[in-house]
């Protein structure tokens, strides 16, 4: 409780209209993370979409006699950094517009399970692994944004190590190995631990040889969003960050490229996740 002191405190001065400390002052006291990939050619989307392509409209001097860039992009909207809508994987589920703002921010844990990952490509993390933190950390906190730090964020850039194949359509789906959130620890996450929203640093919060996508369906079921292709939540402290997820409001989407932030505080004694 005491690293989100911080974040309890700027929350209180600003809903009582204090001036001294503001914002700016307390979040002075912290510095900024940026958990986005970069949108590119490159970008990892799943084996049957289509990549992300960003083309030249116009690029130099004009008629005019000045500088002037234009440029026009396409992308399907599941693929590199992005963000999973209930919609996703539940009819009727609530598309990216109807997703309530503060539902896109709140305080967050990291949860390491680098040490299974790097042993088993296909690792489902469960309901023990996050015990396993509580015991170190104290309970999850409710409406906290649950980051699982899986180690595949070093692969990123080689496609093969971070996916497991480079083939596209059905028979690149075949081969997909990548870590995963296991669906029973998906709904005790939902029903223990009422959090807000889950992310993971892989292509998929089901695991690559998932069949049918059980996660998914449960955390789109339960109006839980998640974060899929983060850049390295290792990076942050096991507790004690806060966390800006804003995606693109596409009215009607299932999901959209987003913008992944995280503030943590600058103060020693923050711990950092473990193996």
Not at 113 to 123: E, H, I, L
Not at 198 to 219: A, C, E, W, Y
Not at 256 to 268: E, F, G, M
């Amino acid at each position: 409780m005491n690293k989100l002191l911080p974040l309890l405190c700027l929350v209180f001065l600003i809903s009582c209209n204090q001036t001294k400390p503001d914002a700016a002052s307390v979040l002075a006291g912290g510095h900024w993370i940026d958990l986005t990939w970069n949108y590119e050619e490159s970008t990892v989307y799943w084996p049957t979409n289509v990549t992300f392509k960003h083309d030249t409209v116009f690029y130099g001097i004009n008629d005019k006699g000045y500088f002037y860039s234009s440029f026009k992009y396409s992308a399907e909207e599941h693929g590199g950094t992005h963000f999973d809508a209930p919609l996703h994987f539940a009819q009727g589920g609530r598309s990216i517009e109807q997703i309530q703002v503060d539902e896109f921010t709140g305080p967050a844990i990291v949860v390491d399970v680098t040490a299974p990952s790097a042993q088993n490509r296909d690792y489902l993390v469960s309901k023990d692994d996050f015990i396993r933190w509580e015991k170190t950390y104290g309970q999850i906190p409710e409406h906290a944004i649950v980051l699982i730090n899986t180690g595949f964020s070093k692969y990123w850039g080689d496609k093969e190590k971070y996916t497991g194949t480079l083939k596209t359509g059905a028979e690149g789906v075949a081969e997909l190995h990548f870590p995963g959130l296991g669906p029973e620890a998906a709904q005790w996450l939902m029903k223990e631990r009422n959090i807000k929203a889950v992310g993971i640093d892989t292509p998929s919060i089901d695991f690559g040889q998932s069949k049918d996508f059980m996660t998914h369906r449960n955390l789109c079921a339960g109006n839980v969003t998640a974060y899929e292709n983060i850049a390295d939540p290792g990076q942050l402290p096991a507790t004690g960050s806060y966390v800006v997820a804003a995606p693109m409001k596409i009215r009607g989407g299932s999901g959209s490229p987003l913008r992944i932030l995280a503030w943590i505080p600058d103060q020693t004694n923050l711990k950092t996740p473990k193996p």
